[in-house]
């Protein structure tokens, strides 16, 4: 099986950064895809960045310019490197991804990490 561990959340003051890891253990080869989620109070859990196997990015409007979202292949890890941190930021963040399990990369496996809590003072 698989497990997506995320881990670097915590208390930060506005304008501060953090970094999240989300990484994949278990049956692994390679990383298909993986994206970032966050889930704020009382809010609808919704997209903040993805990335893909060759490294294409894509982020929601409202974290462009201040979270970047990079891979390290070797240790089956995907960051989220978030800085000018906002109270708005304030969110439990997950990360969900496909995996793939064998080298002949047919066989994938799809899932969530537990989260990690992210708050923002101001």
């Known amino acids: 099986q698989v497990q997506l561990v995320e881990s670097g959340g915590g208390l930060v003051q506005a304008g501060g950064s953090l970094i999240l890891s989300c990484a994949a253990s278990?049956?692994?080869?390679?990383?298909?895809?993986m994206d970032w989620y966050r889930q704020g109070p009382g809010k609808q859990r919704e997209l903040v960045a993805g990335?893909?196997?060759?490294?294409?990015?894509t982020y929601a409007d409202s974290v462009k310019g201040r979270f970047t979202i990079s891979r390290d292949n070797a240790k089956n890890t995907v960051y989220l490197q978030m800085n000018s941190l906002k109270s708005e930021d304030t969110a439990v963040y997950y990360c969900?991804?496909?995996?793939?399990?064998?080298?002949?990369?047919?066989?994938?496996?799809?899932?969530w990490g537990q989260g990690t809590q992210v708050t923002v003072s101001s």
């Open positions: 969900n991804g496909e995996i793939f399990t064998g080298s002949d990369l047919e066989e994938t496996w799809n899932g």
């Open positions: 278990g049956r692994v080869f390679s990383i298909k895809y």
């Open positions: 990335i893909t196997r060759s490294g294409s990015t």
